[in-house]
């Protein structure tokens, strides 16, 4: 999102204001290296990469050889093949060597070890000669074939030799492809070729098989998008299929990153499919109009075309057909979409032209920091936070790097320059400010853009010369980014589905780059230990992403290793996960976020919301990412109800952008920039105001031995007034840790979630409707009574019982008790295909319109996403407008929890959920065993003892009382009291059947009998 400031018409500048512009920036400017290649890899680089893969790339001495190597080889396990190749194929249509594993079970994981070596014939023509011999798992055993075509060859596996005449078998070394497998843990060291007609060493040392599996995986692709393009017809309009055609509307992934698979495939190689590829890929983006596709094809074409100039250079160098490429690079970049923002020169220099005789750069330097909402100077301000152009300019510096040293386009450097202050004074400052610890508000799936920005950083830290003024580009929170996905992965390597969602495992590069960050800038032994045991183990073994982390993040092994806390609390961003153990398969994460600040890209109305997962996701976030900007994303998907949040319905409040959107009681931008800037998400401090988009997030995080704790007040995310400033929308959560096992297997947690909620000033006399929200995939088990259905929402009645609720969900299960209110008004919603009717709503976007326009459908048995209407207070539908990121997540049920009273505005509303995770025993009725219990209290005070013994204090840190007491009623094994005064000494009595703490002055803190609340506001008994 651009802040359009000035028309985009050419700029009306003296010559003297110009020069002076470009005076200044030239007197600091980055300084690229003068080597090609230069961009993501130097020469260096490329030999490294090279040697690495050389072993593919070898053959067999025409007369005589040796081939000979150790293997320290381990049993079949899961993702290894049947039989699984070492050397060779055992499918081919020529002679060849063949080394192999030869199971000797069926069984999918083995426990001993066999192997083969043997020539085989032409097809599937069988084996000339084999040997075998079964070995000890876990020592090496040395491997040599030795052959004279003209004689015979010797086979060998440790002491077990066999021979063979070769004249007549029509076995021939000239077939053989240099193709090296073998088991996923397998280690090949020693290799050494040998041509024994000469007794030259043609190649040795020890392998690396992950990249030589992922540089045949890359090959493969490489070789399949070289025969689509030769198909490719040179058109203006090409069609959309197949996808690699199009360079039209094809992104990122269709053109850069296939200019970088072809560009390493010829580099490596020189095979001359791959440059006839390259030269077709070039007249394809040539073919096409300047300002196809907008931003997003524009910077992909550019960034493709610099790939392919500066990793082909010694092609291009000096000839007609480079001269015509860097002017394509120049010519896109400088295109000017009429009166619009969707091109290259907005995303680098905002709502102004771009001037190429003399400077090739913006007319005026963008205003980097300090930027006024409102001010008439151009900028991109409004797009750091977001990160919303750092693709388009990534594109546009990638072409211009590449040329920078071109002897007719040495100007474009002053441009270079104002992209390196983007990143400098504009992307990387707002990432380190909301990701200070490496969590990010989007959260996990759009969160994995961050591998792209450490990529992104290789590439300048690469090009930039080492005298280079202006110094290489770092980020503060890089080797941190990681933790956040260490600590939220599920045990399918999905995360949680927070912010907009799409699919995104833990195999994806993006997280790769992550680890791997955190592996060379950090020595992370913590890091490579995810990414060797999570990352490489989940992906394909022929996934080209192998040959990337080799190339951009060489590594020698970590030294630094540390304990890692079972909980953590990422900064600003307000990400806090807590999980009760490392073993993925059975832990427990409890996924929570407040977030410091409110914006729009990506970022949901949901703060002070969490989700539960055990085996599968039990308390969801709910609806899905149809795409951006749709009725169903306005009216549900980023909206608070769509969450396990508080929602407090008032029917005259109004949510709407440049059009209406249904109310659902909760969180609202409420005049606040959807597109803030880093000013504008910059808390306060030394006299200076918060930022107009600043919210207060989490107040207090505790990692325990055997309980976490966080406490967040949302209240500043709800429109100004409506909730009390401070204390209005204050939730607290205890995750409390079992101390036994089951059979070795950790226990699940019992979880606390405690909300306060108050009135502010624009109240009146009562607050509007509280209502905490709990979302689920099936329908939940009960001990109260389902009523009517009313469209889709069912009320609950529970005479004088307390509310229970069993969710259960694949191998997993949630009871959950609904303590507090004492007297609440219990709905569930939701449902599809189960026999209710809802009405429906959906939002289409003609062509030509910038609204999107409201149509009544038929009403239907979809009731998931029920939202009231606006106005009426109707409940409507709003179904996602297709099937796209459809996932266990998108929810079906929600329960609505509120009181059953209206609350006077001068009193706070507490909420109490208590949730017992365990494994889902297959019933169909409410579990109401081994339930916790609410003590008695103060009135400031909410206590509650689990059936093991352990109590939880949550004491109301706005109440005015200095004192709070319990009663526990029987023994207790343990207790944690959490809300107190930060840093605060509490006199501790007890009393018959009671627990009182009173807060003192310091001065009495020496006396007996006094606690001090730790800086969190924790005191443990």
């Known amino acids: 999102m651009i802040e359009k400031t000035l028309p985009k018409a050419i700029a009306v500048l003296t010559a003297s204001l110009l020069l002076a512009s470009h005076a200044s920036a030239q007197t600091a400017a980055v300084k690229i290296k003068g080597e090609h290649p230069r961009l993501y890899g130097t020469q260096a680089d490329f030999d490294r990469l090279k040697q690495t893969i050389f072993p593919a790339t070898l053959k067999f001495p025409a007369k005589k050889g040796t081939l000979k190597f150790k293997i320290t080889p381990l049993p079949r396990e899961l993702g290894d093949d049947i039989n699984q190749e070492i050397f060779g194929s055992m499918v081919g249509t020529g002679t060849r060597l063949v080394i192999r594993h030869a199971d000797i079970t069926a069984d999918p994981i083995q426990t001993r070890v066999k192997l083969q070596m043997g020539l085989r014939g032409p097809g599937s023509s069988g084996w000339i000669r084999a040997v075998g011999l079964e070995v000890q798992p876990g020592l090496p055993v040395e491997l040599e074939f030795t052959y004279d075509v003209d004689g015979q060859a010797t086979l060998r596996i440790g002491t077990e030799t066999g021979h063979v005449a070769l004249p007549g078998t029509g076995w021939s070394p000239a077939d053989q492809v240099f193709d090296f497998l073998a088991h996923r843990k397998d280690r090949i060291t020693d290799l050494k070729l040998i041509d024994n007609s000469t007794a030259e060493t043609v190649w040795e040392g020890d392998l690396d098989l992950g990249a030589l599996s992922a540089w045949r995986g890359l090959i493969e692709i490489a070789t399949r998008q070289a025969t689509t393009l030769s198909t490719c017809p040179v058109t203006a309009t090409p069609a959309t299929d197949p996808a690699l055609c199009d360079t039209t509307n094809g992104g990122r992934n269709n053109m850069t990153d296939a200019a970088k698979r072809l560009g390493l495939a010829y580099r490596m190689t020189g095979r001359t499919d791959f440059l006839a590829a390259i030269k077709k890929h070039v007249q394809l983006m040539a073919a096409v109009p300047l300002t196809a596709g907008g931003e997003w094809s524009m910077s992909a074409r550019v960034g493709a075309l610099g790939i392919y100039y500066d990793w082909l250079y010694d092609q291009y160098k000096g000839t007609s057909e480079g001269d015509k490429l860097a002017k394509l690079i120049t010519d896109t970049i400088a295109a000017n979409k009429p009166d619009s923002s969707d091109d290259i020169i907005a995303s680098v220099c905002g709502s102004q032209q771009l001037v190429t005789d003399g400077p090739f750069d913006c007319a005026t330097k963008p205003v980097f920091t300090g930027w006024v909402r409102g001010s008439s100077l151009p900028s991109t301000a409004t797009g750091y936070v977001g990160a919303h152009t750092a693709s388009a300019v990534t594109g546009a510096v990638l072409g211009l790097i590449a040329i920078a040293d071109h002897p007719d386009y040495a100007k474009v450097g002053a441009m270079i320059d104002t992209i390196y202050d983007h990143f400098a004074l504009g992307f990387l400052p707002a990432r380190d400010l909301h990701g200070v610890d490496g969590g990010n508000y989007s959260a996990f799936a759009y969160g994995s853009g961050s591998g792209e920005t450490l990529d992104r950083l290789v590439m300048w830290q690469r090009a930039i010369a080492p005298d280079s003024p202006k110094p290489a580009l770092k980020l503060g929170a890089a080797p941190k980014i990681l933790y956040p996905y260490l600590y939220a992965m599920r045990p399918d390597g999905t995360f949680p589905a927070r912010g907009d969602n799409f699919e995104n495992f833990v195999s994806y590069p993006s997280i790769g780059s992550m680890a791997l960050t955190a592996v060379t800038q950090e020595s992370d032994k913590n890091a490579l230990d995810f990414y060797e045991r999570y990352i490489v183990k989940t992906r394909s073994r022929s996934s080209e992403t192998g040959i990337w982390d080799r190339l951009l993040y060489p590594y020698a092994l970590p030294q630094k290793e540390r304990t890692l806390p079972l909980s953590e609390h990422f900064r600003m961003a307000g990400n806090v996960l807590m999980r009760d153990t490392w073993n993925y398969a059975n832990s427990t994460l409890l996924e ?52 396990n949040a508080i929602v407090v319905y008032d029917p005259n409040e109004k949510f709407a952008t440049d059009q209406s959107w249904g109310n659902d009681g909760g969180q609202w931008y409420d005049g606040r920039p959807a597109y803030p800037t880093i000013d504008e998400i910059t808390p306060g401090g030394n006299g ?80 509007a409707a509280p209502t905490s929200l709990l979302h689920m995939v099936d329908k939940p088990a009960s001990n109260g009574t389902l009523g009517t259905d009313t469209g889709g929402r069912f009320a609950y009645s529970f005479g004088n019982t307390k509310p229970v609720f069993t969710v259960r969900n694949g191998a997993g299960m949630v009871t959950i008790q609904a303590l507090l209110p004492a007297s609440p008004s219990i709905v569930l919603s939701g449902g599809k295909d189960q026999g209710s009717t809802c009405k429906q709503i959906t939002y289409k976007d003609p062509a030509g319109t910038t609204k999107l326009i409201r149509q009544v459908l038929p009403d239907s048995s979809d009731c998931r996403f029920l939202i009231r209407e606006a106005g009426t207070g109707r409940w409507i539908n709003h179904a996602p407008d297709n099937t796209t990121n459809v996932s266990g997540d998108v929810g079906n049920w929600r329960l609505e929890i509120s009181p059953a009273a209206k609350v006077a505005a001068t009193v706070p509303q507490y909420f109490l959920n208590v949730l017992h995770v365990a494994d889902n025993d297959k019933g169909s009725t409410a579990r109401t065993d081994n339930l916790a219990t609410q003590l008695g209290s103060s009135a400031n005070v909410v206590a509650v003892k689990t059936v093991d013994g352990t109590v939880v204090v949550f004491n109301d840190e706005f109440s005015s009382a200095t004192s709070l007491s319990w009663q526990p009623n029987s023994t207790v094994v343990k207790t944690v009291v959490v809300g107190l005064v930060k840093g605060a000494y509490y006199r501790v009595e007890t009393g018959t059947g009671s627990v009182t703490l009173t807060k003192i002055d310091a001065s009495g803190s020496s006396a007996s009998g006094v606690r001090q609340a730790s800086d969190q506001g924790v005191i443990e008994l």
Request: no cysteine; proline share 5%; glycine share 10%.
């Open 592 to 643: 929570f976020k407040s977030t410091s600040f409110i914006s729009e890209n990506h970022h949901h109305l949901d703060q002070n919301s969490f989700s539960l997962h055990y085996k599968s996701p039990l308390l969801l976030d709910s609806g899905q990412y149809d795409n951006y900007g749709t009725g169903h994303w306005w009216n549900y998907y980023q909206r608070t109800i769509a969450h």
């Open 688 to 767: 200076a105001p918060d930022g107009s988009n600043v919210l207060t997030g989490v107040t207090a995080f505790k990692d325990g031995e055997w309980y976490s704790y966080v406490s967040a007040d949302a209240a500043r995310a709800y429109k100004r007034g409506k909730l009390a400033p401070r204390g209005g929308a204050v939730r607290s959560i205890v995750y409390l840790r079992h101390p036994e096992d089951r059979n070795g297997v950790v226990a699940p947690p019992t979880i606390l979630v405690f909300d306060r909620v108050q009135a502010g000033p624009a109240a009146g006399t009562t607050l």
